[in-house]
Structure formats: structure tokens, C-alpha cells
């Protein structure tokens, strides 16, 4: 199951926070889709995927796709 969280208007961290939330929802190597156009969301979901070994599978146009590897 994939997961895609609209978190377009949210000011970070909140679409951090959402993000958080739901990596632990899916299975790992299936992928959590965060739509944010929050510019510091451009910072902040690779910073988490850093700090929390996940793989940042793709980040562009205000899309970010996660995958769970833990």
C-alpha cells in the first residue's frame, strides 16, 4: 500500500510531522507521497529521510516520494 498525504497550505513541519506519521502505516519498500509546496519542505523532508534512514526517492515540483526501508 502506498500512501499519498496532500499537505499543500501546511507550513512545516507539519508535513514533516505527517510524513512521520505515516512511514510507519506501510510496509517497508512501499512509498508514503507527500504533496507540499511549503518551500521549506524542500529542506526539511530530506533532512528527515537522512535522519531517519529512509530513501528519498524523489523530490521535485513540490513532490516528495519516501520509501520505507526500516
Known amino acids: 500500500m502506498n500512501i499519498e498525504l496532500d499537505c499543500r497550505g501546511l507550513l512545516c513541519p507539519l508535513p514533516v510531522i505527517k510524513l512521520a506519521k505515516a ?3 506501510v510496509a517497508v519498500g512501499e512509498t508514503v507521497t507527500v504533496l ?6 524542500a529542506v526539511d523532508i530530506p533532512a528527515w529521510c537522512r535522519m ?4 528519498l526517492v524523489e523530490a521535485a515540483e513540490k513532490r516528495y516520494v519516501v520509501r520505507r526501508v526500516s
Open 23 to 25: 512511514v510507519p502505516t
Open 52 to 55: 531517519r534512514s529512509q530513501e
Open 36 to 41: 507540499a509546496d511549503d518551500p521549506a519542505a
